[in-house]
């Protein structure tokens, strides 16, 4: 019989990338993570042995816990958490089984320092169009579901990230930018390394929108009349960003699970 306290790689892989996606939660000891520092997409990564400090911060998450092999680690704290009364699995298999069957992993290193809460900070030019929001959906749903944005004057942005420890994106002269003609959302996806079908299909669709070259694929002008039109719907950047993490999730999974599928009217026949 199937546990019901534990997911298997398959059934988590469908989820990462989705806004309903758990929580992950990694507890490899120190030597296992040294030997790949990567993690999982989005995944935290915290002490087993500091489980009941720690748990509280997860009320009201389903929460997916990784270790190395899915054994004594990750099924202790998942019933840990289960205990303090949260939703909480242990993958199946564990970090080997996941990196084994070829499923995203991000490049630890490449994740910025945290804030004391945990967070990533961020900062770039107010009044977002295309970039701008797709570099956030990336960030939010596949490196830290936490992040904070900060949108100020183009001007501001250097002096800004400074004085508020916040990583510069998406201007002139930094380390997440454009690089030749690809984007900063191309940037982020290399950097990290979450390359995929699904995130190259549309990083295509970003680029060809964010760079005025519409006829890279059939998509982009849509795409971009949507993003035109949000940003035309909301004066507040971090409301228009809200709206738009919708637009990407819809067009990360037509990427994913329907670029194969057509829709015709009438159905059967022609129109009377």
Known sequence: MPSTTQITVPQLARLVGLPDAPRLVDVRVDDDFDADPRLLPAACRRDFRTVSTWAAE????????????????????????????????????????????????????????????????????ARPKVDRIACPWLIRRFIDPAAVFLFVDAAEVPATAERFGAVPFDIDGVFWS?????????????????RSDPLDRLALIV??????????????????????????????????????????????????????????????????
Request: glycine share 10%; aromatic share 10%; charged share 25%.
């Open 58 to 125: 997860f009320q009201g998450s389903r929460v997916a816990v990784i270790c190395q092999k899915g054994q004594k680690l990750s099924q202790g704290v998942a019933a840990w958490l289960r205990h303090e009364g949260i939703a909480a699995e242990s993958l199946e298999g564990g970090f080997e089984a996941w990196a084994a069957a070829g499923a995203p992993l991000v490049v630890a290193g490449a994740v910025p320092p945290r804030d004391e809460k945990g967070r990533t900070i961020w900062v770039t030019r």
């Open 178 to 194: 454009h690089r030749g003609e690809r984007c900063s959302f191309d940037t982020m996806i290399e950097e990290f390394g979450l």
């Open 207 to 272: 680029r060809a929108a964010d760079t005025a070259r519409l006829d890279l694929v059939p998509q982009a002008a849509g795409f971009l009349a949507a993003s035109l039109g949000l940003s035309r719907m909301f004066r507040d950047d971090l409301e228009q960003l809200e709206a738009g993490m919708l637009l990407y999730d819809a067009f990360f999974r037509w990427c994913r699970d329907a670029t194969e599928e057509t829709h015709n009217w009438p159905i059967g026949g022609k129109a009377p």
